[in-house]
């Protein structure tokens, strides 16, 4: 991948270490990130949380968007949003979204309440929910990039919400067996981390701050595990063309710093 202007930018110590680490760099198709951070790392798993409204689904279609553009496999897991208004939504960002839904470029695995499950009232066993998620995975061998969104939906709609935490392992497992680089999501941002956040590799959080009577979104790179990424704070733009990030204005500075984020 090129290095933007602000890559090149960084301190030496920084640079170097970007440099000397054997890792391939995905760009995860957000718009203005690359100036900030060179991508993140091929088949990780990326953890992004936010209120409704913080552009989490509209992210997890720019990410499978840019792989398609790459010629990439991409598997998107809908157990909140039903295809339906996936595809409005995508309709809305590009032309060409409903053609690459019809000639299965973009491939939707229908985990929503309007799926066909046992149960006459939408709940999903373990089994039930693994099943129809590999029953489509088996079928694409070379998938690299996976989508899940959201997680929150996924657990409320499991008859037995004690058995999340198997079937959350048992996706990252499929995941990094298969080499995806993986985003999932999930509403909020918790006032202590769970399970979700310790178990992926990296951690993004999408949220609102007021500054006087300005609401303004925030993207915040919170971790990064095992790559020499500096944690980052920038503004978060939702606009026609998607989500694209800037450097916070000199004059909101403290308040996102001196924010629990």
Not at 25 to 39: A, E, T
Not at 83 to 96: F, H, K, N, Y
Request: net charge negative; glycine share 6%; charged share 30%.
């Amino acid at each position: 991948m090129k290095k933007s202007k602000r890559i090149h930018e960084l301190e030496p110590e920084y640079e170097k270490a970007l440099r000397s680490k054997n890792i391939e760099w995905v760009d995860i198709g957000v718009k203005g990130l690359d100036s900030f951070i060179p991508g993140l790392p091929k088949g990780d798993a990326i953890l992004v949380r936010g209120e409704p409204g913080t552009g989490k689904t509209i992210m997890c279609l720019q990410f499978m968007y840019k792989g398609i553009e790459n010629g990439e496999t991409v598997v998107y897991i809908t157990t909140e949003e039903t295809p339906q208004t996936i595809m409005r939504t995508g309709a809305e960002l590009w032309e060409d979204f409903p053609q690459l839904v019809e000639q299965k470029r973009f491939v939707i695995i229908n985990l929503s309440i309007d799926a066909s499950y046992a149960s006459e009232y939408s709940l999903i066993n373990k089994g039930e929910a693994m099943a129809i998620i590999l029953k489509v995975l088996e079928t694409l061998p070379d998938v690299s990039r996976i989508v899940v969104d959201s997680l929150s939906a996924l657990e409320r709609r499991l008859a037995d919400q004690s058995e999340f935490r198997e079937v959350f392992m048992k996706l990252l497992l499929e995941t990094k067996k298969r080499g995806a680089t993986t985003i999932l999501t999930a509403e909020g941002i918790p006032p202590r981390p769970d399970i979700t956040e310790y178990l992926v590799d990296h951690l993004i959080y999408l949220d609102y701050q007021k500054h006087d009577v300005i609401w303004t979104r925030v993207f915040v790179l919170r971790k990064s595990r095992s790559v020499p990424l500096k944690p980052q704070i920038l503004k978060l733009n939702i606009e026609t063309e998607g989500l694209s990030v800037e450097e916070i204005p000199i004059s909101l500075k403290p308040v996102w710093f001196a924010s629990k984020l």
